[in-house]
């Protein structure tokens, strides 16, 4: 187990609702990372948190935003979701370098399905 | 040309079997290189980072070939609990960092 914790573990919701995952970071690792990975894909980037801020994004659209908080746990938040969004949602942390050169460690995800 | 590119599989490879895939990188700015493994219906894990000097761990050899812009994964001696997905991992940094994924080659080892 790598320490790093997921909620909700399964999620359904609807066309237009918005969601908000969360995340526990591994001790001492105060970098997090989300991806979106879809069935038979890789994982995808869709942003990393630093110290509270954000620190690289991927190519997804501003409806995806998140937060990281002070004990370095972090959310993120999709709005107006679309089917599309039907994913495992992945939630990495990494130690305290701040950069994307330092292994991952991941979560178990939290699998949406959207209706 | 797609990022990082890794032939889907499967590769189905009988037990006590050796077993290569390669990831081709599009980017030559690209840093960090990494192989994670996946299994069904869970999260990934770090199998080993790749160096420049090429690594092993065990029945796991890594190589980085900056030059053509690919890196391989071998496994010699395969188990039945080889059986995964394997995803090559790039790190590059232009304006951003951004970390990218490849799509990942399914393993089957067979008895």
């Known amino acids: 187990e790598t320490g790093v914790t997921q909620s909700p573990t399964h999620l359904i919701k609807t066309r237009g609702q918005q969601v908000t995952l969360r995340c526990s970071s591994q001790?001492?690792?105060?970098?997090v990372s989300w991806y979106q990975q879809a069935l038979g894909q890789g994982p995808q980037f869709i942003f990393q948190?630093?110290?509270?801020?954000?620190?690289g994004r991927g190519n997804f659209p501003p409806r995806f935003s998140g937060l990281q908080f002070p004990n370095y746990s972090s959310e993120l938040n999709v709005n107006a979701l679309e089917l599309d969004d039907s994913a495992l949602y992945l939630c990495?942390?990494?130690?305290?370098?701040?950069?994307?050169?330092?292994?991952?460690?991941f979560g178990p995800g939290t699998r949406l399905l959207v209706l | 040309r797609k990022e990082v590119e890794q032939d889907p599989g499967p590769f189905n490879v009988p037990e006590g079997a050796t077993v290569a895939f390669n990831c081709t990188y599009s980017?030559?700015?690209?840093?960090?290189f990494f192989w994670y493994r996946q299994d069904c219906r869970k999260e990934p894990k770090l199998l080993m980072s790749?160096?420049?000097s090429g690594n092993e761990d065990g029945r796991f050899t890594a190589q980085l070939n900056r030059a053509s812009q690919y890196i391989s994964l071998l496994i010699r001696d395969s188990k039945l609990s080889d059986s995964a997905t394997y995803l090559c991992?790039?790190?590059?940094?232009?304006?951003?960092?951004?970390?990218?994924f490849g799509k990942g080659t399914r393993l089957h080892i067979l008895p």
């Open positions: 990495a942390s990494s130690p305290s370098t701040g950069g994307m050169k330092e292994t991952q460690y």
């Open positions: 001790s001492g690792h105060n970098t």
């Open positions: 948190y630093y110290r509270e801020e954000e620190n």
């Open positions: 980017n030559s700015a690209s840093q960090s």
């Open positions: 790749v160096y420049s």
């Open positions: 991992v790039v790190n590059y940094r232009n304006r951003d960092d951004k970390i990218i």
